[in-house]
């Protein structure tokens, strides 16, 4: 038996068959045309769809989870990604659903990118055995999850923990979702990029304009490249500390493509963390890097599609044997 997971984002479109101890046995990935009609987004799905098929594993599918950018509707099984303006309010299950080589009977469960994140972190990542957490996604969006009390909180829509799209800065630029100051709009892997490339940086030679490059700069000193990290870290912490006063947390986990700056984002958000993480049951909160790295989204839609197709429920994902 093997578990089918897709993660959808604003960069790639990553596919895996996942076997009962969280293994990936398969892999797939696409470019997102995230410029492009719904249809030629789906064209990418179902191109690493068709991959996984290949796979001789393929045969023992039980079950398949989406993790996609948010918002999403679970209820509706639509997605309307805030960094893919192609698809708005887009049936993505049921088209998955209809898939020509997706087994008969195969039900599709959708997750918010990040919640999958949280689900797979608490099982067998950085947050396993922790009761309050906060999963991030930094990529080219942000988002997050929440383990609360021991269990995932989706929320009824599937999109609580959405922190990417707290304000921040009531002056700050509009965001794509439509408000003023988000936290992706400073700390996101484009924000980055944009602001480090508007303060007059240059990408090493080679290296397109990337957040990546950026931490390439930060890491040799230029001033530009480490004020955008900055810049980010603020925003994060800003943000981290406000979701820390409303609900209690033990632990904050980051992942996403952004991460894997390492102590170039890690460190300022956390000397950030000083001025926004004030009231004593807010400070000294740990902030750790997620344990999956760049395999949660798709590890934790695995889980939360097997934990409903053995009766459990999506909030008490996974089902997996540990």
């Given at each position: 038996m093997v578990y089918g997971a897709l993660d959808i984002g604003g960069t790639k479109i990553s596919g895996a068959l996942v076997d009962a101890d969280g293994r990936l046995v398969a892999r797939a990935q696409r470019a997102t045309p995230a410029?492009?009609?719904?249809?030629?987004?789906?064209?990418?799905?179902?191109?690493?769809?068709?991959e996984l098929a290949r796979s001789p594993r393929w045969p023992a599918l039980s079950c398949m989870?989406?993790?996609?950018?948010?918002?999403?509707?679970?209820?509706?099984?639509t997605v309307s990604p805030v960094n893919i303006p192609g698809w708005r309010g887009y049936p993505l299950v049921e088209r998955v659903r209809e898939h020509p080589c997706l087994p008969v009977g195969t039900k599709p469960l959708l997750v918010g990118d990040a919640v999958a994140m949280a689900a797979a972190e608490h099982w067998a990542g950085a947050a396993r055995g922790v009761d309050n957490a906060l999963c991030m996604v930094v990529s080219t969006g942000v988002g997050g999850g929440l383990i609360l009390n021991g269990a995932l909180h989706a929320g009824?829509?599937?999109?609580?923990?959405?922190?990417?799209?707290i304000t921040v800065d009531l002056e700050g630029p509009l965001c794509p979702c439509g408000a003023r100051g988000c936290v992706e709009g400073f700390a996101s892997g484009t924000a980055i990029?944009?602001?480090?490339?508007?303060?007059?940086?240059?990408?090493?030679?080679?290296?397109?304009?990337?957040?990546?490059?950026?931490?390439?700069?930060?890491r040799a000193g230029d001033s530009r490249a480490l004020a955008a990290y900055d810049r980010a870290?603020?925003?994060?912490?800003?943000?981290?500390?406000?979701t820390i006063a409303l609900?209690?947390?033990?632990?904050?986990?980051?992942?996403?493509?952004?991460?894997?700056?390492?102590?170039?984002?890690?460190?300022?958000?956390?000397?950030?963390?000083?001025?926004?993480?004030?009231l004593d049951f807010t400070r000294n909160v740990p902030i750790v890097p997620a344990g999956l790295a760049l395999d949660a989204g798709l590890i934790g839609a695995a889980a939360a599609a097997a934990g409903r197709s053995r009766g459990g429920a999506v909030v008490r994902v996974p089902a997996l044997r540990a």
């Open positions: 410029r492009e009609s719904g249809e030629v987004l789906m064209g990418a799905v179902s191109a690493v769809l068709d989870g989406i993790a996609s950018a948010g918002p999403v509707d679970t209820v509706a099984g009824s829509s599937g999109n609580a923990g959405h922190i990417g799209h990029a944009a602001h480090a490339l508007a303060a007059g940086w240059v990408p090493p030679p080679g290296l397109a304009p990337t957040a990546a490059a950026v931490d390439v700069s930060a870290g603020r925003a994060l912490a800003a943000a981290i500390a406000a609900v209690e947390l033990d632990l904050v986990v980051i992942g996403g493509g952004v991460s894997q700056a390492g102590d170039t984002l890690f460190g300022p958000l956390r000397r950030r963390m000083d001025e926004y993480a004030v």
